[in-house]
């Protein structure tokens, strides 16, 4: 029973994970053709802030250098396609297949926590550089926090697998993740209000706003329901595909609201 069960979980990952590359992949012809052609005068530029001394005024100032041009409908593709490797990943070598049903049953999956880590985290980074963040300091920053929340919920997994039975659940991790995964958002909107009410951001900005908050918040509940053993999440299996199926709606809807970003006036 429990061998047809995992079985049908690592097929369920091989759909999902052919849905992610699918979409991955499109995104990438997207970008080199179409987003080329019809608004080539997009393009993101990374910069580093430094201090410069003005030898005139015999004071220092903040001064900014160009970096590179950001391959920002190819990245929105590979956001994806991480996802698309992570899925492979689970579901065809052994070695690792097995040692992922055998962390299940121990009610942890490390490798969906190290996947978010990275592929969220390349999204936030593009989602700030729409809102005008381009310094590579900030984005640096930005993007450990991000991985730095996902990885608290593998904390949270860990600790909780070695718990006795009926023993209190260690929230600590939950709460120090959900801290951190504000912080990207605080530098954000201070860029996107710090105009006051003189500018008037596009729809697909709002877009993006809700549908982070709204997809990306179901993530904690699942887990929430999980450890409450809420219903169908006495199962930690359940609460597994729903983890998976978040990922493709959530990843997906994200992912092309964000490309849409490269079709902004420039």
Do not use: C
Request: charged residues 15%; glycine residues 6%; proline residues 4%.
């Amino acid at each position: 029973m429990e061998k047809t069960v995992f079985e049908k979980l690592r097929k369920f990952n091989m759909i999902m994970g052919a849905f992610h590359l699918v979409q991955g992949l499109l995104m990438i012809v997207i970008a080199i053709t179409v987003i080329s052609t019809i608004n080539p005068a997009f393009q993101i530029v990374i910069t580093q802030n430094f201090l410069n001394f003005d030898e005139v005024n015999m004071r220092l100032y903040l001064d900014s250098k160009p970096l590179f041009d950001l391959p920002f409908g190819i990245m929105v593709g590979v956001f994806l396609l991480l996802s698309a490797a992570a899925h492979a990943l689970i579901s065809f070598p052994k070695k690792i297949n097995d040692m992922y049903n055998r962390d299940l049953l121990k009610g942890v999956n490390k490798l969906r926590w190290f996947e978010y880590a990275l592929s969220s985290s390349v999204m936030i980074v593009l989602i700030a550089t729409l809102f005008g963040i381009y310094d590579i300091g900030s984005l640096i920053l930005i993007f450990i926090v991000n991985a730095a929340m996902n990885l608290f919920g593998l904390d949270m997994e860990l600790l909780n697998s070695k718990r006795a039975e009926g023993e209190k659940i260690n929230w600590g991790p939950f709460v120090w993740g959900s801290i951190a995964g504000i912080a990207p958002w605080i530098a954000i909107l201070l860029y996107m209000f710090g105009a006051g009410g003189d500018v008037n951001p596009p729809w697909f900005v709002w877009a993006i706003i809700a549908t982070y908050f709204v997809a990306f918040n179901t993530f904690p509940v699942n887990m929430v329901l999980q450890y409450k053993k809420i219903g169908k999440w006495k199962d930690y299996l359940y609460g597994e595909r729903t983890y998976i199926v978040l990922s493709l709606v959530a990843k997906s809807i994200l992912a092309w609201l964000v490309l849409f970003g490269a079709f902004q006036p420039a």
